[in-house]
């Protein structure tokens, strides 16, 4: 008797540990960047992004087994940060689907294709002979390969002793090698098969027991927040949200109710105070610096930010604020890759990545050129990236445009104290000693992140007593947060740790 009733009770205590829900966070917790969240569920785990630690905070070439092992992976949307990893997780052994929307789907392939996370694989690489000793001559690029189908264009290949990063190849050959954009293309269509997409609004069961769904979050296009479902809790995953004031992609809806919470908080323990009213602002300036015969240089990020500088160019046009003569140029060939992504859906029309005006408007100012520079001595409007101009084309032309009065810099994302847009905006020389002459100043409108208005707004439809989670945040904005969010009465915030084991209850 004692034996059936030690079974009984075992078997009861066990069906409690399989109906358990749980997320640990693998990224993201205490730190902005890394997102990868491992949720537990009905004998599945689900993965919910995978993405780029930025320096300092976390290792980008390690999973842990648990994540390497995930039944699926959910990607919320294809910023760095959130995605830039699923190349490596593939590469170690992950079997799974890969789940987004369509627009999420196009963008993180279009970034593969052009090299993005690809560096993060250790391969035998090889290359041009030839090409390699020019450039020990003349310090000229090297095009690196590790698919089988270029070797039959090359006449004299080496190859790397062994299976390495493309970084340290770099090191030990002194060589400045760039990946093959050919062998991209084929690791993007590769992993084009393991995408499933999903529309917004349409649940989905990816498994007996566990459903999800894909929420707009009007962050980037098809940027998603996830609510997902199984042994009777919800659960729901922020991912980066939109401040409500975008051009392109509007603003979300409030989600329905959920047990559990896990919300981005990068910039919302700021105040912003955001309205249209600011794009006007901005309008004004510009076309002040160009009545005033002023090279106007917009430094900016990549994927979006500079999509929607063009846009608000194009905008200016329309309205009469500024005149089509005036020459626009895009410098950035990862910048200009997403730009020509984003035309093609406008005049495709196949999804709903932006709001419909968009789609009427057409995305890029008339003349506008996506292209380098040689000449920055005439007026133009110049959008590079990186947006805080310490990285990439605007790593260049800083030390070209700041020694000179007629330029106008619009700084239009979050810059690093220590960055070059950081020292410049504080009144700082750059830290080699170049001093500005250049009139800078700062634009928050463009931000793709919320306020705590916005924030509060997305938590309207949440009980104050369920679990929020504060994530892709360093821990003293999470805890400003928290302190906010309690002086609105809600009563169960946390600051989780990476590895962390959340039991959702």
């Not at 999973?63 to 919320?76: G, H, K, Q, Y």
């Not at 051009?247 to 329905?256: E, K």
């Not at 690093?416 to 750059?430: H, Q, T």
Request: a neutral charge; proline letters at 4%; one cysteine or more.
């Amino acid at each position: 008797m004692k034996k059936f009733i030690l079974i009984y009770i075992f078997l009861i205590f066990a069906s409690f540990s399989f109906a358990e829900v749980s997320v640990t966070p693998y990224g993201a917790a205490g730190v902005v960047s890394g997102s990868n969240f491992l949720y537990e569920a009905a004998d599945k785990k689900i993965l919910i992004d995978c993405g780029i630690f930025m320096a300092g905070e976390g290792d980008n070439l390690f999973f842990p087994p648990e994540v390497l092992n995930a039944d699926a992976l959910i990607l919320t949307h294809a910023h760095l940060d959130h995605a830039g990893r699923t190349p490596l997780l593939l590469d170690k052994g992950f079997k799974g689907n890969i789940y987004s929307t369509p627009a999420t789907k196009e963008i993180v392939l279009n970034l593969i294709a052009n090299r993005s996370g690809l560096d993060l694989i250790s391969r035998r690489w090889y290359w041009s002979a030839n090409q390699a000793q020019k450039a020990k001559d003349f310090g000229n690029t090297v095009v690196i390969h590790w698919t089988d189908g270029c070797a039959s264009g090359i006449k004299n290949i080496e190859y790397s002793e062994s299976e390495m990063l493309s970084a340290d190849i770099c090191a030990k050959e002194n060589i400045k090698f760039v990946l093959c954009k050919d062998c991209s293309k084929i690791e993007a269509d590769k992993i084009a098969k393991r995408f499933v997409t999903v529309e917004y609004s349409s649940p989905v069961a990816i498994f007996e027991n566990i459903t999800f769904e894909l929420l707009n979050a009007a962050h980037i296009p098809g940027s998603a927040s996830v609510l997902i479902s199984a042994e009777n809790k919800k659960v729901l995953f922020s991912g980066d949200l939109g401040s409500g004031f975008s051009r392109l992609t509007g603003t979300f809806n409030p989600p329905s109710e959920a047990d559990v919470i896990f919300m981005e908080s990068t910039y919302a323990n700021d105040s912003q105070e955001l309205n249209f009213e600011s794009y006007e602002k901005f309008q004004k300036d510009l076309a002040k610096a160009i009545s005033k015969n002023k090279i106007v240089w917009i430094p900016a990020l990549a994927l979006n930010r500079t999509q929607k500088i063009l846009y608000e160019l194009n905008l200016m046009q329309k309205n009469g604020t500024l005149s089509k003569d005036v020459p626009i140029y895009s410098v950035s060939p990862s910048a200009n890759a997403a730009t020509n992504l984003y035309k093609k859906e406008i005049e495709n029309k196949t999804g709903n990545w932006f709001l419909p005006e968009v789609y009427e408007n057409g995305l890029l100012p008339a003349g506008a050129k996506l292209q380098p520079v040689r000449n920055y001595d005439k007026q133009m409007v110049l959008i590079s990236a990186s947006g805080d101009m310490s990285l990439g084309m605007s790593a260049g032309i800083v030390n070209k445009l700041i020694p000179k009065k007629d330029v106008f810099i619009m700084i239009v994302n979050y810059v690093r104290p220590d960055s070059n847009a950081g020292r410049l905006l504080a009144g700082k020389p750059l830290q080699d000693g170049i001093k500005s002459k250049a009139e800078i100043k700062k634009y928050d409108i463009f931000s793709d992140h919320p306020g705590f208005e916005a924030v509060k707004y997305w938590l309207s439809n949440q009980s104050k007593s369920a679990g929020v989670y504060l994530i892709h945040c360093e821990k003293s904005t999470a805890q400003n947060m928290k302190t906010l969010l309690e002086k609105e009465g809600r009563t169960n915030i946390f600051i989780p740790e990476q590895g962390q084991k959340i039991i959702c209850d």
